[in-house]
């Protein structure tokens, strides 16, 4: 059985690509990229081989500063948590291969949210209300742009609230991504288990991991339906000046924690936690606008020919671009500690 799961890891299309780009993972290169290694340079910007190739690859394609900037963190955080499913592993505490099966998904999220994954119309472009006119065309759902469409053309918003609105709409098609890729794994991990025929104890161990993902699925989907009737409500009334918060995905998480099973003093603390997360977003929003702008601004003055203009406005570029990188880190770092507690708390309405 442990056969086919390898089988069934091997066949994500998503990694194939990745693969097909950089050939064989290296050894010698992962060892030589350890952290403060002299080698660290050669090796790459990461510390795992098939990150380095998804980031070289990226550097080819056409994306924005920003949205560079922003691939930068999540492939920090796939390191950070596929170096710590390595020290698992060796310890022996992955045995059923979930927490491996959750990695690959969690990449497979990632390649198909920057258009890495050989599907054309995958990558959720990195636009704003303001400077690009076609936003409606990447929603991929007709809900959401006649939702976007009449948002626009109702004058209940200012520029600053359309733009916010857009950022709502853009982390519901997120959602729906990372809901799609789960049914997909999901779907074809039991139409394997349904073609078995002698099921054994490690099969039935396979179907309660399953029961578990089933129970995902319908997590992300009450979300995905709680996140699209709060479009329509917005979309229709405009934003209620007493909402507590703005951020979409601080939204989220507190429609969630209030449905935890968390104490009064849990509760209060959690929302303290999520205002500081979101003080936290907002900063990453500046320093991303910052970037832009520094951006458009290097390639103004690239064509003017001026070296000390041009050299001073390189180096206020990479200020930029390390200090969005930076902070893209940590707020994905925050929310994964975020999600974990909340997740916590759910799982006590369970039992």
Do not use: C
């Not at 857009?166 to 789960?182: A, D, M, P, Q, S």
């Amino acid at each position: 059985m442990s056969a086919v799961w390898e089988l069934l890891a091997l066949s994500s299309s998503l990694l194939l690509v990745v693969l097909a780009q950089g050939g064989k993972y290296s050894r010698e290169v992962n060892e030589a990229a350890t952290a403060g290694s002299p080698k660290r340079q050669e090796a790459g910007e990461f510390r795992v081989v098939k990150l380095n190739q998804i980031w070289e690859k990226a550097q080819r394609l056409h994306l924005s500063a920003v949205k560079l900037a922003e691939l930068h963190s999540d492939l920090k955080i796939q390191e950070k948590d596929e170096l710590s499913w390595k020290k698992l592993k060796a310890e022996g505490l992955d045995e059923d291969g979930e927490k491996e099966a959750k990695l690959r998904r969690n990449l497979n999220v990632i390649m198909t949210k920057y258009g890495m994954n050989g599907k054309k119309d995958a990558q959720l472009v990195d636009t704003n209300y303001i400077k690009d006119g076609t936003e409606s065309d990447v929603l991929d759902d007709p809900r959401l742009e006649k939702l976007w469409s009449k948002a626009k053309t109702s004058g209940k918003f200012s520029d600053q609230e359309l733009d916010k609105l857009w950022r709502e709409f853009k982390h519901h098609k997120e959602k729906i991504h990372e809901y799609n890729i789960l049914l997909e794994t999901v779907s074809r991990t039991e139409e394997i288990h349904k073609n078995m025929i002698n099921p054994s104890e490690e099969d039935q161990f396979k179907e309660e991991i399953m029961h578990g993902k089933h129970t995902e699925l319908k997590d992300k989907m009450r979300s995905i339906n709680q996140g699209l009737d709060r479009l329509r409500k917005i979309s229709h009334q405009g934003y209620d000046t007493a909402s507590e918060f703005d951020e979409p995905r601080v939204i989220d998480l507190w429609d969630m924690a209030k449905s935890a099973n968390f104490t009064e003093k849990e509760l209060e603390s959690f929302r303290e936690e999520l205002k500081h997360f979101e003080a936290k977003i907002e900063k990453h929003h500046h320093y991303q606008k910052q970037l832009e702008i520094s951006h458009q601004k290097l390639k103004h003055v690239e064509g003017t020919g001026d070296k000390d203009h041009l050299s001073r406005n390189k180096e206020k570029y990479v200020m930029l671009e390390e200090k969005t990188k930076e902070l893209g880190y940590k707020v994905k770092k925050h929310l994964q500690d975020l999600s974990s507690r909340l997740s916590r708390g759910l799982q006590h309405n369970e039992l």
